[in-house]
C-alpha cells in the first residue's frame, strides 16, 4: 500500500494492471491559449474555472482563478477495429451559447464521414467546485453499437505537470479516477460509471498511446505516481448514449470525491438551469448593446467575460486572461500566464464594469486594490490573487490607475464607507517620488518618459489633489497640482522628436519613449545616448534603436483622459505617422502594432514566441483609436465592427492577431487569432469602454478637471505654469528667470541658497505635504541671470543636523 492509499483507506483502490510504465512521462506542456470560451458559475461557492478551445475542455482553474490544474480533457471514440478518433482532430464542432445571458457552453461535433455525431453542454456546478460535462451521441446504430468513448484527462494540480499522481478507484460502486498532488486532489467520473479506467505516463503509457497502437483499450493500469501523468475512463456507448462527466476538485481525496458524487448524484438539467438562472441575475449591458454592430452578441460577452475574472476567494481580484500564451510551447517553470493580477489591466476591467453600471463591482475591485498597496503607496507590476508579487518593475501607470478608479467612485457617491483619502496620498505620493521616469511602461519593457505612462501620471496626480482638497488638505492638494502642472508643461519636449524618421512629410511627433539621459534615474549606460534596447528582437536582429525610430499609439491616452484635443496639431501627426507605420489593414477593418521593430508576436514562419518573435496588431489598440476618432467627432462604426469580427466564435478578443498571408500550416490566419493570450480582458474591457463612450456621445474615460484645466487655449487658463521642479532623484541644471525652483524631497529639511554666489545667503524651512515629502520654492525674477546655489540639511538625533555637504548649482536661463 502506498502512503495515500493510506490516507484513503476507506475507498477501494482498483489495482487492475498494475502500475503504470514509462515514468516519469513526456517533459509536461500547456495548450493553446486560443480559447473559445471561459466559464465559470456565477455563484461564490462554485470555486471553479473553465476554458474551452478545438471543441475540448482545456486548463480548469482551483480553487483560484490564478491556479491551472489541468491541461485538458478530450473524447476519444474508437469502434476498436476500423477507426480512432480524436474529437480535436477528427471532428468538425460547431459552437454555441446555451442562453445569451450566460457562460454555459454547447459544442456539437460532427464525425467527417457522418457516421456519429456528439453534443456537449459544458458548465460548472453552481454550487460545488466541480466542471460539467453532459455528452450526447447519436448516429449510425450499428456504428455507435460497437463503438466506445473515453474520457481523457491530463492532471497538471498545483499549477504544473510534473510530480502528478493518479488511481483508479471504486467509491459507493462507481468506478472513477482520482489524481493528486500535494493537498490538492481531482476527482473524474460519469453518472453511468466507467466500464475500464487506467492512470498512465504522457507520452508512454496514457490512453492515447493505447488507443492510437490498435484502436482498443488494451491497458488498465491501476497507478501512475509521480509524473506527468493522463488518466482514462472508458463509457460502453451501446448502453450509454447520454451520460454526464464530472470533474471535481477539492484539498484532499475525500473532498474531492464528495464533491464528484454529489454533482452526479443531481440530474445535469437541474444544475444548468440553476447556472443559467445565476448569470441571469447579472443584468446584461444592453444600453450598451444598442450601440454595437452585431445586435449587441460581444458585448454580453464581454460583460460576462470580465465578471468571470473575478476571484471568488479574494473579492475583486482580476486577473488578466484565464490563458497561458502560446501554452503549447510552455512548461512548468512559466509559472505566471497571464492570470496574474496587472494593476492597469484590472482598473482596465473594473473601469468597464462601471461603464456597464455595475459600481459594487468596481467598488470591489478598488477594495482588493487597496489591500495590495505597499507601505510605500506602490503596487507591485502583476502578483498573484493573494497579493504575493511575481515580477518587479515599476511601472508609473499602474500607480496611477488606482486612484483614477478611486476618483470615479468617489465622484458617483458610490464608496460607501470605504476611506480612500489614506490609499490615494501614499499612491500620490509614490508617483512624486519617481515621476516622470517610469522604469517600465505600459508595454513593459522599457525606461524613461512615455506619452501614455505620463497621461495616466497627470491624471492620476489631479485626481488625488481633487481628493485631498476635499479632505481638507488643502497645501497637499496645490503640491499634486503643481507637480502635474511641471510635469505637463514639458511634456512635449520629453516625449517628441523634432527630427522623425519615419514619415516623409512628418518630423515633429510622439515618439513611443524617450530614455532617460545619463544622472537619470534607470539610465542605461549600455547604449548610446537617446537610444535604448528592445529586449525581444530575434538572434542577430538589430536590438538598440534611437528614440526617432520607434512609435506607438500611446500618445492617444493624452487625447483619452483630456490632456490635449483631439485637434491639436502635435497629435494630428503623430497619428498619421503610427498609420503610415504600425496599422494593418484587414479585411474586418484596421488594426495596429503596438510599436514597430517589437518582437513580442509569432515568430515570421508562424511559430510561438519564445523570447523573441514579431509584434502583431492588437484589437484593443483599434479600440483605442476608435475612442481617438469620437473625440475628434468622426465616426467609429467601423472600427467598433472591425473589434468584433476579430473575436472567435466563442466571442473571446484575442491579444494579437495574425496579420499577415494565411499559414494553414500552422493554424494562422488573417485577421484571426493568433497565438498569444485569448481572451484579453483589456480588449474586452475597451469594447464595453467603447460603447458607453458611443451611448453616451463622449470618451467615458475622459476626465472633467483635466480637461479643463489643460484641454483649452493657453488664454483660457487659470493657473500659471512656472515651475521647475529638482529632487535628488532627478537633479535639474536650470530655471528660467520669472520661474519658481521647487527643491522637493521626502523627508523635513532646511534649505540654505543663493543667488548672488553666497553674498547674501537666504535659507528656507520646508513645507511638509503628508505622504508626498516637503519642499522649498525659491522664486527668480524675469530677466534674472546667473546661477542658484543652495545646499540642504536634514534634522539628526540629539538636535544635530545631517548636511548635504555640497553646493547644487541650477542655472538661471532666459
Known amino acids: 500500500m502506498t502512503a495515500m492509499s493510506a490516507r484513503c483507506e476507506n475507498y477501494r483502490w482498483l489495482d487492475d494492471d498494475g502500475p503504470a510504465f514509462g515514468a516519469p512521462g513526456l517533459e509536461p506542456r500547456w495548450t493553446s491559449s486560443r480559447k473559445d470560451a471561459v ?14 478551445s478545438h471543441g475540448t475542455l482545456n486548463e480548469i482553474y482551483y480553487p483560484t482563478i490564478d491556479r491551472p490544474q489541468t491541461r485538458d480533457m478530450e473524447l476519444l471514440f474508437s469502434d476498436g477495429e476500423t477507426f480512432f478518433h480524436e474529437e480535436k482532430r477528427d471532428l468538425n464542432y460547431e459552437f454555441e451559447y446555451v442562453d445569451g445571458a450566460a457562460l454555459a457552453v454547447r459544442m456539437k461535433g460532427q464525425e467527417r464521414d457522418g457516421r456519429y455525431r456528439v453534443t456537449k453542454v459544458v458548465i460548472s456546478n453552481p454550487h460545488f467546485s466541480t466542471v460539467l460535462m453532459h455528452v450526447k451521441i447519436e448516429g449510425d446504430e450499428e456504428v455507435l453499437r460497437r463503438m466506445k468513448c473515453y474520457a481523457l484527462l491530463s492532471p497538471h494540480l498545483n ?6 499522481s493518479a488511481r483508479s478507484v471504486d467509491v459507493a460502486g462507481k468506478r472513477s479516477l482520482l489524481a493528486w498532488k500535494g493537498n490538492t486532489s481531482l476527482a473524474m467520473s460519469a453518472d453511468c460509471g466507467f466500464t475500464r479506467s487506467s492512470c498512465g505516463y504522457v507520452g508512454a503509457s496514457d490512453g492515447y498511446q493505447d488507443l492510437f497502437r490498435n484502436m482498443r483499450m488494451s491497458w488498465q493500469f491501476g497507478q501512475a505516481l509521480n509524473g506527468n501523468i493522463a488518466v482514462m475512463g472508458e463509457i460502453d456507448l451501446a448502453v450509454n448514449r447520454e451520460f454526464t462527466i464530472a470533474i471535481a476538485f477539492g484539498d484532499g481525496h475525500h473532498a474531492a470525491l464528495t464533491g464528484m458524487l454529489q454533482s452526479l448524484a443531481t440530474p445535469f438539467v437541474d444544475h444548468l438551469q440553476r447556472f443559467l438562472l445565476q448569470w441571469g441575475r447579472t443584468s446584461s449591458p444592453e444600453r450598451l448593446a444598442k450601440e454595437a454592430t452585431d445586435q449587441g452578441w460581444l458585448a454580453r460577452i464581454s460583460h460576462n467575460v470580465l465578471l468571470a475574472h473575478e476571484d471568488k476567494t479574494y473579492s475583486g481580484a482580476f486577473i488578466a486572461s484565464a490563458s497561458i500564451p502560446w501554452g503549447a510551447s510552455r512548461g512548468d517553470n512559466d509559472l505566471g500566464g497571464y492570470h496574474l493580477v496587472w494593476t492597469r489591466d484590472m482598473v482596465q476591467t473594473a473601469t468597464a464594469l462601471l461603464a456597464c453600471g455595475k459600481e459594487d463591482t468596481a467598488l470591489r475591485a478598488l477594495v482588493y486594490l487597496a489591500t495590495t498597496q505597499r507601505p510605500d503607496g506602490s503596487f507591485a507590476q502583476n502578483f498573484w490573487i493573494d497579493g504575493s508579487p511575481y515580477w518587479h518593475g515599476i511601472q508609473l501607470d499602474e500607480q496611477a490607475f488606482p486612484i483614477m478608479l478611486a476618483w470615479r467612485l468617489w465622484k458617483r457617491g458610490v464608496l460607501g464607507t ?15 517620488k519617481y515621476a516622470p521616469v517610469t522604469q517600465q511602461e505600459r508595454w513593459e519593457e522599457t525606461a524613461g518618459y512615455s506619452p501614455s505612462t505620463l497621461a495616466a501620471v497627470i491624471a492620476g496626480l489631479l485626481c488625488a489633489a481633487d481628493i485631498a482638497r476635499a479632505h481638507a488638505s488643502i497645501e497637499l492638494a496645490g503640491f499634486l497640482e503643481g507637480y502635474a502642472d511641471w510635469i505637463e508643461a514639458h511634456l512635449d519636449e520629453w516625449t517628441t522628436t523634432n527630427v522623425g524618421v519615419l514619415h516623409p512629410e512628418i518630423k515633429r511627433h510622439y515618439v513611443r519613449i524617450q530614455p532617460p539621459a545619463p544622472g537619470e534615474p534607470f ?8 537610444c535604448f534596447r528592445i529586449a525581444n528582437r530575434g538572434p542577430g536582429e538589430q536590438n538598440v534603436f534611437r528614440a526617432n525610430e520607434v512609435v506607438d499609439g500611446g500618445f492617444l491616452e493624452l487625447v483619452r483622459y483630456g490632456i490635449r ?14 498609420d503610415h507605420v504600425l496599422k494593418i489593414d484587414t479585411q474586418f477593418g484596421p488594426c495596429w502594432r503596438r510599436y514597430n521593430h517589437d518582437g513580442y508576436g509569432q515568430k515570421k514562419d508562424g511559430g510561438p514566441y519564445d523570447g523573441w518573435g514579431q509584434g502583431r496588431a492588437w484589437p484593443l489598440l483599434t479600440g483605442e483609436r476608435a475612442h481617438y476618432e469620437l473625440a475628434r467627432g468622426t465616426s467609429c462604426k467601423k472600427l467598433t465592427t472591425a473589434i ?5 466564435k466563442g466571442g473571446m478578443l484575442p491579444e494579437q492577431i495574425w496579420d499577415e498571408a494565411d499559414l494553414p500550416s500552422e493554424g494562422m490566419y488573417f485577421g484571426r487569432s493568433a497565438g498569444s493570450a485569448q481572451p484579453l480582458v483589456w480588449a474586452h474591457s475597451e469594447y464595453l469602454k467603447l460603447l458607453r463612450s458611443l451611448a453616451d456621445g463622449e470618451v467615458f474615460d475622459r476626465i472633467s478637471l483635466v480637461a479643463e484645466r489643460y484641454a483649452v487655449p493657453a488664454e483660457k487658463r487659470t493657473f500659471s505654469n512656472n515651475r521647475q521642479i529638482y529632487s535628488a532623484g532627478r537633479p535639474v541644471k536650470f530655471v528660467k528667470a520669472g520661474h519658481t525652483l521647487r527643491i522637493v524631497d521626502a523627508g523635513h529639511f532646511r534649505a540654505v541658497y543663493t543667488t548672488d554666489d553666497w553674498a547674501t545667503v537666504n535659507e528656507a524651512i520646508s513645507t511638509m505635504v503628508g505622504s508626498s515629502g516637503s519642499y522649498v520654492d525659491i522664486p527668480t525674477k524675469a530677466g534674472q541671470m546667473g546661477r542658484i546655489l543652495f545646499t540642504q540639511s536634514w534634522p539628526g538625533e540629539n538636535q544635530q543636523e545631517r548636511w548635504l555637504g555640497r553646493n547644487v548649482e541650477v542655472d538661471v536661463v532666459p
Open 39 to 52: 466559464g465559470t458559475a456565477y455563484s461564490a461557492s462554485s470555486r471553479v474555472w473553465y476554458t474551452l
Open 159 to 164: 499549477g504544473g505537470g510534473a510530480g502528478n
Open 418 to 432: 470605504f476611506r480612500i483619502f489614506p490609499f490615494v496620498e501614499r499612491a500620490a505620493a509614490f508617483l512624486v
Open 523 to 530: 539610465h542605461d549606460d549600455t547604449v548610446p545616448a537617446c
Open 565 to 578: 484635443r483631439a485637434d491639436d496639431p502635435l497629435i494630428v501627426d503623430s497619428v498619421k505617422v503610427i
Open 644 to 648: 468584433e469580427q476579430f473575436s472567435s
